[in-house]
């Protein structure tokens, strides 16, 4: 297990996507940045916000020892604050929390991003492509312009895209998406919004495919301490995201 | 040379930081960001006889400068404890205390029964203030003949050092206080979180599961504050302040206001190692003002 701790990162550039999304492109101000998962997350405190008083949880997009990348979506006052963070400012960041992906997987993986949910799929997708897996992403947004670093996607592995306005690839919903059908599939990995996720579990479900899903209910501590990001378990009755997840298989989940 | 060391009843505490009753899960969920040993008390989370799931979610609110919370007492049981939590954090050197819930006296002292043959639970808290469940807690902490019973039946149970903890929600929480140091309680800590509620506008509907929840963080500090200074000048048996606490000076505020220690709470989930920044803050500030013993900055506030 590595080691949670604090550390400062210098945002070294904020590469803005669109109205809506940043990408935070951090270095450690000392030392390196410790070895992380895909799926893992991050507690950013929020700087320059009057009315945000907790960390943010963050997904981690990309990392080596040097980098650290987030991923940011303009939803609140917080991740508002986050996106308008100035070059060379300073964050600190609370890291590596959760339990990220199973990278232990045969066959076929189907990765499916809907929104920023498509973050910690990159890291994913790299992983699995070294360990010989073969990867194919299925990306999903409104449009094409809130479809993010699709050019790094495609470096890793064969994109398939979905747009609810049918402005690039497949026009509809990620689970309407003709992949899905695939026998080949034997794995997914999901994270997005709630329906799309639900709508994913319950495919897998019906087709007896392996499934895991990234889940983001509202956490305080991100350390198991606080219990408020519980989700419902068949198992454990309620678990902390922020510890037991925020990956779980679909198995485990009551929905 | 300061002198950090603290006392609530018959224990002694190295020095005056504690962290608060479910801020701070058992210990270990802290143990990489800070050395455990260099606090004054673990609060471990609040215990009850039987296992509870707790509230369904939501059950966090997110509020200006603090937060809602309505975990709702989640917890393993008091067996589980012994068994499975004990073993793991009885070494440390530091002292134990055990935060016990109930919807009953009957609750309370059953925990306290099976909690007696472990040794190195140093103290308890006696949780008469919790906002979130329905049955029991906060009932009889907003009452002074609820507080009196249960502390009295308690009192009988355990007989190493006690700490009751109180609800602000309450008219006058110096009654309550007395009450519990009527009743035979070695210390009163305060205050628990305050009754709150918070909306989503464009739904319409309440944020938390349970419509209403605990507000906490340092949006209550002032208030907390007020109501320690008040407590202390009640009651004669140590009080130990809480609420709102950021940071060491926070700490010292409340112990100017007449705290004999602190409890570190909401802050421990934007600062894990806040706990440690304020035992190093209360010990420079008191050599800074030439305290040597913590009696020194107790209730030291002037010009009152």
Redesign the interface.
């Known amino acids: 297990m590595v ?4 550390m400062d990162f210098t945002v070294k550039a904020n590469d803005k996507h669109g109205d809506n999304y940043s990408l935070l492109k951090l270095a450690p101000v000392k030392g390196s940045v410790p070895p992380v998962k895909p799926g893992q997350f991050v507690q950013v ?1 929020v700087p320059n916000s ?6 943010r949880p963050i997904s981690i997009n990309y990392a080596d020892t040097h980098e650290l990348w987030l991923l940011v979506r303009r939803a609140g006052a917080g991740t508002r604050s986050l996106c308008d963070t100035q070059e060379g400012s300073v964050l ?1 960041v ?1 890291l590596p929390l959760g339990n990220g992906f199973t990278t232990d997987v045969k066959g076929t993986a189907l990765l499916i991003g809907g929104g920023v949910g498509i973050a910690p799929l990159l890291m994913l997708g790299s992983k699995l492509a070294v360990r010989g897996v073969d990867v194919q992403f299925l990306l999903g947004a409104r449009s094409m312009s809130d479809l993010l670093e699709l050019d790094l996607f495609r470096q890793t592995a064969p994109v398939h895209v979905a747009t609810e306005d049918g402005s690039l690839g497949h026009k509809g919903l990620v689970t309407t998406h003709p992949v899905l059908q695939s026998d080949e599939i034997t794995h997914i990995a999901c994270c997005g919004p709630m329906p799309m996720m639900k709508a994913v579990a319950a495919i897998a479900r019906e087709r007896g495919i392996n499934c895991e899903v990234s889940l983001e ?16 378990t068949k198992d454990e ?2 678990v902390c995201v922020c ?1 037991d997840g925020p990956v779980f298989n679909i198995n485990r989940l009551k929905w | 040379m300061v002198n950090l060391n603290v006392k609530i009843g018959s224990l002694t505490l190295k020095n005056p930081v504690m962290t608060a009753s479910g801020t701070f899960g058992y210990g270990e969920e802290f143990a990489d960001f800070i050395d455990l040993s260099r606090l004054g008390g673990i609060i471990v989370k609040g215990t009850t006889l039987n296992p509870r799931q707790g509230n369904p979610y939501p059950r966090m609110a997110e509020t200006p400068s603090g937060m809602l919370n309505a975990v709702g007492l989640q917890n393993k049981g008091v067996d589980y404890f012994a068994q499975h939590i004990y073993p793991g954090i009885k070494d440390l050197d530091t002292r134990v205390i055990v935060n016990v819930s109930g919807a009953s006296i009957e609750d309370y002292v059953g925990v306290c029964e099976r909690l007696r043959g472990l040794d190195k639970v140093a103290a308890i808290e006696v949780n008469i203030s919790c906002p979130n469940v329905k049955q029991g807690g906060m009932s009889f902490g907003t009452t002074c003949d609820g507080c009196e019973s249960v502390v009295s039946a308690v009192r009988r149970a355990w007989d190493r050092t006690m700490i009751v903890k109180l609800t602000p929600n309450v008219t006058d929480i110096t009654e309550i206080a007395r009450a519990a140091e009527g009743a035979g309680t070695d210390a009163v800590s305060l205050t628990n979180t305050f009754l709150g509620m918070a909306i989503d506008v464009e739904r319409q509907r309440p944020v938390l599961s349970t419509i209403t929840g605990g507000l906490s963080g340092a949006c209550i500090r002032p208030i907390a504050v007020r109501m320690v200074w008040q407590v202390a000048n009640a009651v004669s048996v140590p009080v130990v302040g809480l609420g709102g606490i950021m940071n060491g000076r926070d700490a010292v505020e409340f112990m100017l206001a007449g705290a004999t220690a602190v409890q570190i709470g909401t802050a421990n989930f934007i600062d894990p190692q806040v706990t440690v920044k304020a035992v190093e803050y209360i010990q420079d500030y008191m050599q800074r003002h030439g305290m040597a013993s913590c009696a020194e900055l107790t209730g030291a506030m002037k010009g009152v």
């Open positions: 080691m949670k701790q604090v405190e009057k009315t945000t008083y907790l960390r600190s609370v209910n509202m956490m305080a501590c991100g350390l198991g301490a606080c219990l408020c990001c519980v989700e419902d009755g309620n510890t």
